[in-house]
């Protein structure tokens, strides 16, 4: 599949949204939380615009994206008819690509190396915006995957706000896919306790309940939203 490409509408129902709400609203009941303390971010990667009209016409204002370059390629227009729309970029993101993040993103939850904070921290001084950051923990400290491997969140924490001059929102997680998930979210909020972080990004379509009743502050889900990709 190509960034041009994106995927058109499949089994989305107009009720996804409104069941996915429901959700969170238990999970933030049982958990003894306010609803209003979990972000919920739909994530539009590969989905078309004919495919999002309907989530923003649901009454969803917050949305995720995995590459730059194909948000740009469809946001702009949305945001332009739509401009309470906060776009998040949940997937990796390169050194050259951070210019076009800053410029669009009003959230980044993938800072996980010293180039990235570089590029951000001067990009951030030049454009004068200040998308949120999240550092991405590889919580299972796998090879294939981006993020800071728990050992040394600390000490690149600190290295992002001393060494960068960047502030730091919270942490990011994607737990292993073969792994039960509880572990790597307590460890996630572990780790933002310790560093003074209060945003935890962490939960997707099957497992967000859960990440709730562990601290999620933001969710990222999109196939029980939009349907299967």
């Not at 089994?11 to 919920?40: F, G, M, Q, W, Y």
């Not at 923990?137 to 040394?152: D, F, L, M, S, V």
């Not at 502030?167 to 990011?172: A, C, D, K, R, Y």
């Not at 935890?200 to 969710?219: E, P, Q, R, Y």
Request: hydrophobic share 45%.
């Amino acid at each position: 599949m190509t960034e041009s490409s994106p995927t058109p509408l499949t089994d989305h129902s107009p009720n996804a949204l409104a069941a996915v709400e429901a959700e969170i609203a238990r999970a933030c009941k049982d958990a003894r939380r306010e609803r209003s303390s979990v972000t919920l971010i739909a994530v539009s990667k590969t989905f078309a615009a004919d495919a999002i009209l309907p989530v923003i016409a649901a009454g969803q204002r917050v949305f995720g994206e995995n590459r730059v370059q194909e948000a740009k390629g469809k946001w702009p227009e949305l945001t332009a008819a739509q401009p309470d729309i906060a776009l998040h970029l949940i997937g990796p993101l390169q050194s050259n690509k951070a210019k076009e993040a800053v410029a669009l993103f009003d959230a980044i939850h993938s800072v996980d190396r010293p180039s990235i904070c570089q590029a951000l921290a001067k990009e951030i001084e030049s454009q004068n915006r200040h998308p949120q950051l999240f550092v991405q923990i590889n919580t299972g400290e796998e090879p294939q995957k981006a993020g800071i491997a728990p050992a040394e969140a600390d000490a690149f924490i600190a290295s992002c706000r001393d060494s960068y001059g960047l502030t730091i929102s919270g942490l990011m997680c994607i737990p292993p896919v073969d792994e039960p998930p509880s572990a790597h979210f307590a460890l996630t909020a572990k780790i933002a306790a310790r560093n003074g972080l209060k945003n935890l990004s962490m939960g997707m379509s099957a497992d967000f309940a859960n990440a709730i009743m562990l601290g999620a502050t933001h969710v990222r889900v999109g196939s029980a939203i939009f349907g299967h990709r």
